[in-house]
């Protein structure tokens, strides 16, 4: 399964974009979702994810509080919302559907090791 993330650019500090994500996944509805990113010269990390039904999300410390993730079931996409970006959240983010047996706090907890499909990444490039 391809996912497809879109909506990276170059944007200044305090600015803010959203991320898209669409994912062709038959069973979308019931599999948690996640974004990750990864810098250059840095491991790819956890950056939030959100249950099936949307109940539950979860942000890596970094970015609580100027990040948020939601999910529209109706269209297979989940979304990124990034507020107060800063030059340190540059990175390609990459979105990531969970495998079945993991939910969206596996995807915080052990990261890649919950991940069924990933999405190619999309650059986002916060200048100062």
């Known amino acids: 399964v391809q996912l497809q993330a879109s909506g990276g650019g170059l944007v200044q500090a305090g600015g803010s974009l959203r991320l898209s994500c669409a994912a062709p996944?038959?069973?979308?509805?019931?599999?948690?979702m996640g974004w990750f990113r990864q810098a250059p010269g840095k491991e790819r990390e956890f950056v939030a994810s959100i249950s099936a039904s949307a109940g539950s999300s979860y942000y890596a410390d970094s970015v609580k509080g100027r990040f948020t993730v939601s999910r529209d079931n109706a269209k297979n996409t989940v979304y990124l919302q990034m507020n107060s970006l800063k030059p340190e959240d540059t990175a390609s983010y990459y979105c990531?559907?969970?495998?079945?047996?993991?939910?969206?706090?596996?995807?915080?907890?052990?990261?890649?090791?919950?991940?069924?499909?990933w999405g190619q990444g999309t650059l986002v490039t916060v200048s100062s």
């Open positions: 996944i038959r069973t979308f509805s019931s599999v948690a």
């Open positions: 990531a559907s969970a495998r079945s047996q993991y939910g969206a706090q596996h995807m915080s907890d052990i990261a890649g090791r919950s991940v069924s499909s």
